[in-house]
């Protein structure tokens, strides 16, 4: 067995005091219970317990269905174990397998908003067991098994399957079996394998080893083709020693005995068994362009860094997060409880895997948003040997397996309630997450119906390139790149950027035979502010704003992005040179911000230093209409740091006065102020004024002075943990946005896609 060093760790692997404090720093352990409900006053005691808790008591029992309104359990999924083969660590016993337990159910938190809790059983008796598991099932949507040494895991699971009515779901198997199997796929994808024709060696046959094994013939590996070994070495027919009848059911016909013999000329290797049981030997052995997955945990049975020495055409992964690849269960039991959990479904059947399978498999091809760029350490993953499947912190995890595995769930009538529109669910999903994805998606949708030409007016920028590239994959519109064609084509090919796709479009400002009109155009505008003809051709041929503006004044596109290169004002006053406010309109700029599921809007976060009451009510009016634009019904708060007069103040006079404007206006959306901002966003504290006007919590926030709105936003996103988007542009003649300087290529599409809804999509 090789001994692995440790300087052979990856740069990003802890230590063990690390691991040690990171346990016992603040409240020990991992997880807490908060409560969702108010728990503050007497009315909510007698709601939450004695004597309204009685309601829904008696509803559950004369129908059951009704725990999945009046609990948390349709939302609830226990981890349980007994320790007895923590990660590949071995048999340590309950008490030891906590911690592991603790991070499962966090991470089903983390990463698909199921809430979980840990069970350690202090039993390795089979039917004890089970006896205390089986009781349990009124508590929970779910049962995640983990860590349950083989055989008794396949006793204790098949018995618990049949004995309660919710998935149970043995995660060292079936979790690991899908994962592996969609890293496979793409495995042989890129190595020109066949299923039918490869060979496959397993290290280890317990667990995880027969589940893997299992899934994969089911999905067609040929079984002949399959060598089994364990601690004895290979599982022969006739082998009696070590035996037990889930090792016998994948016996090989084989004259091969030990891991050394099997793995010479293998083409994949599956290790499940221990840290260190590949040797370099055997790994030089294997086929050309082997397939190496080393998913022990902690330590792999060979490592990365070891494999690259003896050989460089491996595809290799291990179990770990701190090497490419990551071939773990937890790419997906969160993901694939979600999707059974929101259908209520009676189990997790072989069409939920294998859906599952096939999501993550077709997900690794895609083009990767930046948030998967920031997980891999700023490079860029592209399907390919070091990117064989996606990354946990992948966005786009969420919605697509549950989506997967609710359907399969439908379609083979394991389903207690069953979802129609399955959009409308992904969307739902994708707000779990981040509910900024909820509202964009919404506003996707509308632009995809009405596509829209939108010109990325910093082409040559790389991070542009992609967003205009997302876009069109998007089916959004065309995006137009302006920019040198020479820069943008190389900058594309570093990028691995496709330009000939349909839906992209490059515009050579220097070549374009639209310069004339557009110079024409400005110089109408301009000649009487300065600028001389030959300003306005330097304008015109040389910056990139003024050109793309232009086209847009002009309707050679239909809207605009800008932002990366220049400071938000600069691109401003670039684009105010070509297109003026649409009549009766004021700019201004609009920022989207989202916390715990609440969106508001913070206006103005983008013109106006310290504007008038006239132009504070004007800002009013710009930012309720985005917000009903954006299917909100807009209730704005006019904030100050006084509310209604107290304490008094010269600043809060210009906000006082900004209502009467409004109420001279007769708008028709909810306004109230001067207010402090806790009055606008807490409907406890605004209960204390009964005459203010909006019926519910602020959704419009208009601040003050710029000052204000822009520390606010800040302070929100650093602070708070919203995701802010913006500051919009609204009340231009035409749809333009700026990004912020550095956007990622995700806020860029963001970006071009509410210009593009801007433009009546
Ligand atoms: N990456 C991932 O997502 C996952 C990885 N794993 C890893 O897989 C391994 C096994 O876990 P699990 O199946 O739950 O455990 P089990 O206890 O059920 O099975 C362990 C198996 O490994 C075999 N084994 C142990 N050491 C060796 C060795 N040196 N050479 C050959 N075979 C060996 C055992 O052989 P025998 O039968 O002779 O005792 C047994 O068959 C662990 O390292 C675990 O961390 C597990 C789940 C998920
Ligand atoms: C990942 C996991 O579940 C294990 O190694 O046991
Ligand atoms: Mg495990």
Redesign the pocket.
């Known amino acids: 067995?090789p001994d692995i060093d440790k300087k052979d760790r990856p740069a990003t692997s802890v230590t063990d005091q690390e691991a040690l404090d990171f346990h016992a720093t603040g409240r020990p352990g991992k997880l807490e219970v908060v409560p969702t409900k108010p728990m503050a006053t007497q009315r909510d005691l007698s709601l939450a317990y004695s004597p309204g808790v009685a309601v829904p008591v008696k509803a559950i029992a004369a129908d059951p269905q009704t725990a999945y309104d009046y609990t948390a359990r349709g939302n609830m999924v226990a981890v349980i174990s007994n320790g007895?083969?923590i990660?590949?660590?071995?048999?340590l016993g309950a008490l030891a397998s906590k911690p592991v337990m603790e991070g499962k159910a966090v991470l089903f938190k983390r990463f698909a908003d199921v809430d979980s809790i840990d069970l350690e059983i202090d039993t390795e008796n089979v039917d004890e067991f089970i006896n205390c598991v089986r009781f349990l099932g009124p508590s929970f949507g779910g049962i995640n098994l983990e860590?349950?040494?083989?055989?008794d895991?396949f006793v204790i699971e098949s018995r618990l399957r049949e004995l309660m009515d919710i998935p149970v779901f043995h995660?060292?198997?079936h979790?690991?079996a899908i994962?592996?199997a969609a890293g496979l796929i793409n495995a042989l994808e890129l190595t020109g394998r066949d299923l039918k024709t490869t060979k496959l060696v397993c290290?280890?046959?317990?667990?995880?080893?027969?589940a893997c094994i299992e899934l994969i013939k089911a999905m067609g590996f040929a079984p002949e083709n399959i060598i089994l070994?364990?601690?004895?070495g290979v599982i022969y027919q006739g082998r009696t020693e070590?035996m037990n009848q889930w090792?016998s059911a994948h016996a090989a016909k084989t004259d091969t005995r030990t891991?050394e013999e099997a793995m010479d000329g293998a083409d994949v290797v599956f290790?499940?068994?221990?840290?260190?049981?590949f040797s370099a030997e055997m790994i030089r052995s294997m086929a050309d362009r082997p397939i190496i997955f080393a998913?022990?945990?902690?330590d792999p049975e060979i490592t990365p860094e070891e494999v690259a020495r003896i050989r460089d055409d491996a595809i290799m992964a291990?179990?770990r997060s701190d090497y490419p690849n990551q071939?773990?269960?937890?790419l997906g039991f969160p993901y694939i409880f979600r999707g059974a959990l929101d259908v209520r479904a009676s189990t997790i059947n072989d069409a939920m895997k294998i859906a599952a399978v096939k999501a993550l498999a077709n997900l690794a091809r895609e083009d990767v948003p930046d948030d998967v760029v920031a997980a891999y350490q700023g490079n860029r993953p592209r399907f390919g040997s070091q990117y064989i499947i996606p990354v946990p912190f992948d966005p786009r995890l969420i919605s697509a397996i549950p989506v997967a595995v609710a359907e399969a769930a439908i379609e083979t009538g394991v389903a207690r309630k069953v979802i129609t529109d399955m959009a409308g669910y992904a969307r739902e999903l994708s707000a779990r997450r981040d509910p900024i994805a909820s509202t964009l998606a919404s506003l996707y949708e509308r632009v995809r119906r009405r596509p829209k030409r939108i010109v990325f007016a910093e082409a040559e920028e790389e991070q542009v390139l992609r967003a205009a590239l997302s876009y069109a994959n998007q089916q959004l519109g065309t995006a137009i790149l302006l920019g040198r064609e020479d820069l943008i084509r190389s900058t594309a090919e570093r990028a691995g950027i496709d330009l000939n796709r349909p839906g992209l479009e490059i515009v050579n400002a220097r070549i374009s035979t639209r310069v004339e009109a557009y110079i024409d155009y400005l110089y109408a505008r301009l000649q009487r502010h300065g600028y001389l003809h030959r300003d306005v051709q330097r304008l015109i041929h040389n910056d990139r704003n003024h050109f793309a503006a232009t086209m847009v004044a002009l309707g050679d596109a239909d809207g605009m992005v800008t932002g990366i290169t220049r400071n938000y004002s600069t691109a401003l006053d670039d684009v105010r040179r070509c297109i003026d406010e649409k009549p009766g309109h004021r700019v201004i700029g609009v920022s989207l911000a989202l916390c715990r599921g609440r969106t508001v809007f913070v206006a103005d976060t983008a013109v106006h230093d310290m504007p008038t009451a006239e132009q504070l009510a004007d800002i009013a009016e710009e930012a309720a209409g985005l917000a009903r634009r954006m299917g909100y019904q807009p209730r704005v708060a006019m904030l100050a740091y006084s509310t209604f007069g107290h304490p008094s103040g010269e600043r809060s006079e210009r906000v006082r006065e900004a209502v009467k404007i409004l109420d001279k206006r007769r708008v028709d959306f909810e306004y109230d102020g001067e207010m402090a901002a806790d009055v606008a966003l807490n409907r406890k504290v605004m209960e204390q004024y009964p005459f203010c006007r909006l019926s519910g919590p602020a959704n419009v926030l208009v601040m003050p002075a710029f000052h204000s709105a822009s520390i606010s936003t800040k302070m929100l996103q650093e602070l708070g943990g919203s995701t802010v988007i913006g500051p919009i542009l609204v009340g231009l003649d035409k749809p333009v946005q700026i990004t912020s300087m550095g956007a990622k290529d995700s806020d860029i599409v963001n970006m071009a896609a509410i210009a593009a809804y801007g433009a009546g999509s």
């Open positions: 067995m007895t083969a990660l590949g660590l071995g048999n860590d349950i040494k083989a055989p895991c995660d060292d198997q979790g690991t994962i592996a290290n280890g046959a317990g667990a995880a080893a027969i070994c364990d601690t004895k070590g090792k891991l290790g499940l068994s221990q840290k260190g049981a998913m022990a945990n902690p291990t179990g071939v773990n269960n937890v």
